[in-house]
């Protein structure tokens, strides 16, 4: 019974600090960018993730070039990934 205690209060503190931040998007490159013209511009990621806030996507654009390339998106992935 403790640990199912321990699991539940885990669990709330992990959904409490999610809704404090940002949701981390996970979706494969190609199901972003929709246009299939090899990047992520914010109107792609707006489509696929219309809670998405301009700092998810700005996370994502490390070279803060305005789009979010192949390597940007799996860098972005994996620093995130739970």
Do not use: N
Not at 60 to 66: E, L, N
């Amino acid at each position: 019974m403790t640990s199912r205690f321990a699991f539940i209060s885990a669990l709330a503190l992990l959904l409490m600090a999610g809704c404090a931040s940002d949701p981390v998007h996970y979706a494969a490159f190609d199901e972003v960018d929709t246009d299939t013209s090899g990047i992520v511009e914010w109107y792609e990621f707006k489509k696929v993730y219309p809670e998405a806030s301009p700092k998810s996507f700005m996370e994502a654009d490390q070279d803060k070039d305005g789009d979010i390339s192949p390597k940007e998106w799996e860098t972005y992935i994996e620093r995130y990934a739970p």
